[in-house]
């Protein structure tokens, strides 16, 4: 068997790797987010069975492995006749996962928006339209940037599950080049430091922003 060293030609695709899994996280976290805020809405709504159906979908995707979820839309679906490609499947998977999260952070958003901004906006006779989007919504934005910003790292390395149905995003890619260099200190080292530079500057942008927008600072 030829083994080799791991070289320039490796790094570079782990790098060209990177750009899929920047590419689903993004997909995953438009997808889920527009899914996460009808949850969100859905959640705080005045009607009792909209409120109870999402909190069941939020605790049943938050209580289930992501891997499941990922199994179910690869495996599960093409005993049924849909055969889905890999890039499709992984991002269903985490697009329903983020929407899970992001739907139950933001809720927690909308709710720590001041009683007495709820009441007022009552007061002026605004409909429920008018006062989310003029009242409610703006100062719940202010106070999701950082969770979401927070919650964006956990995206990006949970895209590594993708890997198991050979999806090839950054792990992927490492798991290809350690099975033809047998060197997996040099190869799984250089991926983790692809993911930390990725990762850490979320991290600190998200604690800026809670900093920047004194979040949980009494109103």
């Not at 791991?6 to 976290?29: C, H, P, Y």
């Not at 009792?48 to 979908?57: G, K």
């Not at 390395?157 to 198991?164: E, R, Y």
Request: with cysteine; charged share 10%.
């Amino acid at each position: 068997m030829l083994v080799r060293s791991f070289g320039l030609n490796d790094f570079i695709f782990l790098l060209e790797s990177l750009r899929w899994t920047l590419v689903l996280t993004a997909i995953a976290l438009t997808l889920g987010g527009i899914a996460g805020l009808f949850i969100a809405l859905a959640r705080v709504s005045p009607l009792m069975p909209l409120r109870f159906a999402t909190a069941t979908y939020i605790q049943i995707i938050q209580g289930s492995p992501v891997l499941m979820i990922l199994f179910l839309s690869y495996y599960g679906l093409s005993l049924i006749g849909f055969q889905l490609p890999a890039l499709v499947a992984a991002s269903i998977s985490m697009s329903i996962y983020v929407s899970g999260y992001l739907g139950d952070i933001w809720r927690g958003c909308i709710e720590a928006v001041p009683k007495p901004q709820w009441e007022a906006s009552e007061c002026l006779g605004m409909t429920r339209v008018q006062q989310f989007r003029h009242i409610i919504l703006p100062q719940a934005l202010r106070i999701a940037l950082p969770p979401t910003t927070g919650f964006a790292v956990q995206v990006v390395k949970n895209t590594s599950i993708t890997s198991i149905i050979g999806f090839v995003e950054l792990s992927r890619a490492g798991q290809l080049i350690n099975n033809s260099t047998f060197q997996p200190f040099r190869v799984f080292l250089t991926v983790a430091a692809i993911y930390f530079v990725i990762c850490y500057p979320l991290s600190r942008l998200s604690g800026w922003l809670e900093r920047k927008l004194n979040v949980g600072s009494s109103h």
